[in-house]
Structure formats: structure tokens, C-alpha cells
Nanobody, 128 residues
């Protein structure tokens, strides 16, 4: 069974940087579309960044130019490099993995969250 474990969250001041990591076990990261979502209490979970099997990446508009997603298939690990952090980036960040036909629609439009594999989340807090 696929399991995802995130790490790297924390508290930083605005303008600072953090690097999130997500280790996949029980499968191969090369077999899945993977990405990062975030959620603030009381708000809908949103897709932040995704990386497809061919290396194509996609970002939500608010993080373009500041966040970089990457994946090391040899280590079964997904990363999110976050620079120039803003207070509005404060959220619980979740790593997710899934097949193309379910991951892309959920990333873009939301939907059936149980159709993806999820990590437990890592908190990112950015203070002004």
C-alpha cells in the first residue's frame, strides 16, 4: 500500500524559504503523478504544484516564480522549494500521488479526494 510522509514544514518570516519533502513507500514515484496541495481551516484544499510522469510541472498562479516542485525517482521523494514566502502561504501542506486520470482533474478542479494517496500534512507558517 502506498504511503506518503512529508517533512520540512515550520515557521519562517515573510521573505524566507522552506523546502518540503515527501517520501513515497509501497510503490514507485515514477509510476505516479505527484504534487502538493494546501489547506487553511475553513477553506477548500487547493492544488499548489504538480509534476507529471514526463517531468511537466504546473503551479497555481499565486506561487509561480516562487515555488519549485521536483522529484527524485531514485529516492522516491518529492520536493517543494518555497522561496519569497508570504503570510498568505500559511497553511497545512499535503503531498499527494495518483494516476493521471484522477490526479490532474483533482489538482485543477478539486473533487474526490479519496481517489488520491495523501500524506499526513506538514504545517507552514509565515509571519509578517
Amino acid at each position: 500500500q502506498v504511503q506518503l510522509v512529508e517533512s520540512g514544514g515550520g515557521s519562517v518570516q515573510a521573505g524566507g524559504s522552506l523546502r518540503l519533502s515527501c517520501v513515497l513507500s509501497g510503490g514507485s514515484s515514477s509510476s505516479y503523478y505527484m504534487g502538493w496541495f494546501r489547506q487553511v481551516p475553513g477553506k477548500k484544499r487547493e492544488g499548489v504544484a504538480r509534476i507529471d510522469n514526463d517531468g511537466y510541472t504546473s503551479y497555481t498562479a499565486s506561487v509561480k516564480g516562487r515555488f519549485t516542485i521536483s522529484k527524485d525517482n531514485a529516492k522516491n521523494t518529492l520536493y517543494l522549494e518555497m522561496n519569497s514566502l508570504k503570510p498568505e502561504d500559511t497553511a497545512m501542506y499535503y503531498c499527494a500521488a495518483g494516476a493521471e486520470d484522477v490526479f490532474v482533474p483533482i489538482f485543477m478542479y478539486g473533487g474526490s479526494w479519496p481517489d488520491l494517496y495523501w500524506g499526513q500534512g506538514t504545517q507552514v507558517t509565515v509571519s509578517s
